[in-house]
């Protein structure tokens, strides 16, 4: 059972350049989401997507556009990176809105933009 | 803020000590769930506790919740070295599906 998996796990940009993350679950989840962890701190949402068909905005989501392909992919896409983006990406998913919330991750995507 | 701030930033201990994490907070919660994360890897759920109650175990794990002095601690007893880890705690507020993260405590169990 593979849960979230994330592509690709690393990835170095220069600035200006473009970027999708890609994201699959197959725990046939509602929603999905994209955190974003600087060092030393907690995750902060960029975006997310209660249901397919639908997605919102988090915390932070200046620079990032995402697309809820499906109900098992979301992709995260940074149309021009820029240094403050360097982080480690992470994907989640939970059943929706009805349950606990309890959210599953995948491995996290490390972008360093120079 | 709305987020969790969690107490201690930093823990060490010995193996076999027991290991509190406390985690307070501001706004009002639907649940409050205790997430681990090993250097480098996602996030794992460990324990969900609701609003209305007080307490919760799972195997070596102990959670409490005061609403009315919004806090919560994480007790993990008789710690492993393979607890050493970062623990997040992480605020529902009402229906919102934007879960908040607090900054975390890095744990240390020394063999």
């Known amino acids: 059972n593979a849960g979230v998996t994330q592509t690709p796990k690393f990835q170095v940009l220069k600035t200006g350049q473009s970027m999708t993350l890609q994201c699959a679950q197959d725990?046939?989840?509602?929603?999905m989401y994209w955190y974003r962890q600087d060092p030393g701190m907690g995750l902060r949402l960029i975006y997310y997507?209660?249901?397919?068909?639908?997605?919102d905005k988090g915390e932070v989501p200046n620079g990032y556009n995402v697309s809820r392909l499906n109900k098992r992919e979301f992709s995260l896409r940074l149309e021009s990176a820029a240094p403050s983006q360097t982080s480690v990406y992470f994907c989640?998913?939970?059943?929706?809105?009805?349950?606990?919330?309890?959210?599953?991750f995948g491995e996290g995507s490390r972008l360093t933009v120079l | 803020s709305q987020q969790g701030e969690e107490d201690p930033q930093a823990l060490s201990i010995q193996e076999g000590e027991n290991a509190t994490m406390n985690c307070s907070y501001k706004?009002?919660?639907?649940?409050l769930q205790w997430y681990r994360q090993n250097s480098g890897r996602g996030l794992v759920h460990l324990i969900l506790?609701?609003?209305?109650?007080r307490e919760k175990h799972s195997g070596r794990l102990r959670v409490t919740l005061d609403t009315s002095k919004k806090s919560s601690s994480l007790l993990i007893t008789a710690s492993r070295a393979a607890d050493t880890a970062s623990y997040f705690c992480?605020?529902?507020?009402?229906?919102?599906?934007?879960?908040?993260f607090g900054s975390g405590t890095r744990l240390l169990v020394r063999p």
């Open positions: 725990m046939n989840h509602n929603s």
């Open positions: 506790i609701r609003s209305n109650e």
């Open positions: 992480v605020l529902r507020a009402g229906s919102s599906y934007k879960l908040i």
């Open positions: 706004t009002s919660i639907n649940n």
């Open positions: 989640a998913s939970s059943l929706g809105a009805s349950n606990t919330g309890e959210l599953f």
């Open positions: 997507s209660a249901s397919e068909g639908t997605t």
